[in-house]
């Protein structure tokens, strides 16, 4: 079992600035990604960012050159950079991690939701 717990997220001015974390424990043996993805009111669940072990990186079109993905292995924590937020960045953001238990099973999961909410 392995839990994501999301922190960071909250009420922001737009043009604003917020940093979403979230850390990965339990039974993990490796992680080859994490990621963050987000769910606005009626819509559906969309991918933000997502980083590998390796440091490879891919945004959505919508985010780049305004958010950073970054990701502390040691410490098994992913972090957002969000700058310049506009009010269509509103929605819950969820982190998501994939990889291998201590005991070789796959994993994929998800974090319990953080909310960033964007006002004009």
Known sequence: QVQLVESGGG????G???RLSCAASGS???INAMGWYRQAPGKQR???ARITTGGGTNYADSVKSRFTISRDNAKNTVYLQMNSLKPEDTAVYYCNADGRTAWGSVY???GQGTQV???S
């Open 11 to 14: 009420l922001v001015q737009a």
């Open 16 to 18: 604003g600035s917020l």
């Open 28 to 30: 993990i043996f490796s």
């Open 46 to 48: 969309e991918l933000v």
């Open 108 to 110: 994929n999961d998800w």
């Open 117 to 119: 909410t964007v006002s």
